[in-house]
């Protein structure tokens, strides 16, 4: 019968004292990585719900509009108010806002520029029609009314 | 000459430092929203050329479903007073197949059409003619609550896309989940839209109850 040696058992502990510094590097990575929009919104933002959601293609073309009543009340009042980028405006200077966000876009896709209005759902019709006449007047006439998904 | 110290493990216990960051990171993962960018896709009409105004098209009245949403919130929908939205998608689906005197092009389109979306064609004499002349038009007050608007809006959009998505054998999520992002499902968005334009009107809103 044929002897087999005694085999010398290696050490087969893993050294797992560099674990934590990898799992620290991936924490970091997505620290560094993710994008957290730097907007401070100024106007109250309760979004409605619907059931008919489309998502876009190309997140690239939007560019965010917020309308609601400010927060800070004592300083801006009461009524609804436009908000784009990080300060409100008022409702015939979003025609030129629109002519920024568009220029930012690389030329080919200037044409299929897509607002999306974030309006509060106690926003009442008017603001809102001023707003998309404004749009119209600026040619940026895709829109999207952001909302979020109704549980049925 | 000092004794050589029999030293003691001094190594500080690391195995827990990874529990550690897989919470750090959990916590970050679950705070951090991403901007969502769903919402309903509208397109608004072009500005209006004071020299150049647009033809005066005068659509039968029959063509046209009519809601308004007044300053209070109420409804008024083909005439009728209504303090509710329930079933409005079914009407409009109605509406929109009605197929009340098709043209040649109709008839065709009608024989094309899966024996579901068949079944709606009411071939009632007094609603819409045929799915490319009809038009459903909202108006609202400047004092409607935006949320409500939106609400109707969003049956108008969704009647539509029952009656696309019947047409190519999905469900309506299904549908509207296409993007178009290949040629498959550029045709499927075709085959179902084919013939039948969304034709939602949004009317300038009166000067009642707003600001």
């Known amino acids: 019968m044929a002897k087999f040696g005694k085999k010398t ?144 | 000459m000092a004794r050589k110290k029999n030293r003691m493990s001094t190594e500080v216990n690391a195995g827990s430092m990874a529990d550690i960051a897989f919470l750090l990171l959990i916590f970050f993962l679950v705070t951090t929203t991403i901007a969502s960018d769903k919402g309903i896709l509208n397109v608004l009409p072009p500005k209006l050329d004071p020299l150049n105004p647009p033809p005066e098209i005068d659509l039968n009245e029959r063509n046209i479903f009519v809601i308004r949403i007044n300053s209070n919130d109420q409804y008024l929908i083909e005439g009728d007073y209504r303090d509710n939205t329930d079933g409005l998608d079914e009407e409009l689906k109605a509406f929109i197949m009605n197929f009340g005197s098709p043209d040649e092009a109709s008839v065709a389109l009608y024989n094309s059409l899966p024996a579901s979306v068949k079944a709606l064609a009411g071939r009632n004499p007094e609603s819409s003619d045929d799915p490319g002349d009809a038009v459903i038009s909202i108006k609202t007050d400047r004092g409607t609550s935006y949320e409500k608007y939106l609400e109707v809006f969003d049956l ?56």
């Open chain 2, 156 to 211: 108008a959009k969704k009647a539509y896309f029952d009656i696309y998505a019947a047409r190519v054998n999905l469900s309506t999520d299904e549908y509207r989940a296409l993007t178009g992002k290949n040629d498959a499902e550029e045709s499927l968005i075709d085959r179902g839209k084919e013939g039948i334009p969304m034709a939602i009107s949004i009317a300038e809103p009166d000067k009642i109850g707003g600001n």
């Open chain 1, 9 to 152: 058992k290696a050490e087969v502990n893993i050294p797992t004292s560099a674990l934590p510094d990898i799992i620290f590097m991936l924490l970091f990575f997505f620290m560094v990585t993710t994008v957290l929009r730097e907007q401070e919104i100024l106007v109250e933002q309760k979004i409605p719900a619907a059931t008919q959601l489309q998502k876009l293609q190309k997140k690239t073309l939007i560019s965010y509009i917020f309308i609601g009543k400010p927060k800070n009340t004592a300083l801006h009042g009461t009524e609804p108010r436009v908000q784009a980028n990080d300060a409100l405006m008022n409702t015939p200077d979003i025609v030129q806002w629109v002519n920024q966000e568009r220029d930012m876009l690389p030329e080919s896709d200037r044409g299929g520029i897509t607002i999306s209005m974030k309006v509060d759902r106690d926003v009442k019709m008017g603001p809102i029609s001023d707003v998309q006449n404004e749009l119209r007047e600026a040619d940026a006439r895709r829109v999207l009314y952001a909302s979020i998904g109704k549980v049925k």
